[in-house]
T-cell receptor, first 115, second 112 residues
């Protein structure tokens, strides 16, 4: 089955530690995205990548970093510089990011708790 | 930036139609209107999208006002599985790419 996988589903870390969230897709999509969701809120864009070896900051990139070395993978690192890292993190992909109507496919999410 | 406004919550009886409204009074001419829904602790799922004309698919219908400042998602017969948070999203073209602008969504409760 084609889709997006995120692992792990739940992640716990101590304050001050960096943590990397995994996102893999086998849809052959060029574009990938990372969003953050806080309780009762909509999604906010952290980073996006339109093509391999290229990525751009979204609306709330501070304290996060990404890489896009392979088309299938777009890992997100939550660094110790992120002031409020506890949240639900969602990865998505789309055929490309310049098509006028292409939808985004979302993974199941990773719930990160930092104490 | 354009934004969307939706009621926080709505209720519907099972097997009755549901109309979920969305206001987007600052929408620009090139912004697409997308609807997604999200079940608890899951990623959002695409429902439907449109630009100017009304749209139908197997999940729902989308009615877009003539001035495009509002739209309505129509679920023709609500089932218990339709209980979710529904997001009305503008797909805006900025900085050479399309981005989603999420609102806070409408939590739909379906009563048996």
């Amino acid at each position: 089955d084609g889709g997006i996988t995120q692992s792990p589903k739940y992640l716990f870390r101590k304050e001050g530690q960096n943590v990397t969230l995994s996102c893999e897709q086998n849809l052959n999509h060029d574009a990938m995205y990372w969003y953050r969701q806080d309780p009762g809120q909509g999604l906010r864009l952290i980073y996006y990548s339109q093509i391999v070896n290229d990525f751009q900051k979204g609306d709330i990139a501070e304290g996060y970093s990404v890489s896009r070395e392979k088309k299938e993978s777009f890992p997100l690192t939550v660094t110790s510089a992120q002031k409020n890292p506890t949240a639900f993190y969602l990865c998505a992909s789309s055929i490309d990011s310049t098509g006028s109507s292409y939808e985004q496919y979302f993974g199941p999410g990773t719930r990160l708790t930092v104490t | 930036d354009a934004k969307t406004t939706q009621p926080n919550s709505m209720e519907s009886n099972e097997e009755e139609p549901v109309h979920l409204p969305c206001n987007h009074s600052t929408i620009s001419g090139t912004d697409y209107i997308h609807w997604y829904r999200q079940l608890p602790s899951q990623g959002p799922e695409y429902v439907i999208h449109g630009l100017t004309s009304n749209v139908n698919n197997r999940m729902a219908s989308l009615a877009i006002a003539e001035d495009r400042k509002s739209s309505t998602l129509i679920l023709h017969r609500a089932t218990l599985r339709d209980a979710a948070v529904y997001y009305c999203i503008l797909r805006a073209f900025t900085s050479g790419t399309y981005k989603y602008i999420f609102g806070t969504g409408t939590r739909l409760k379906v009563l048996a």
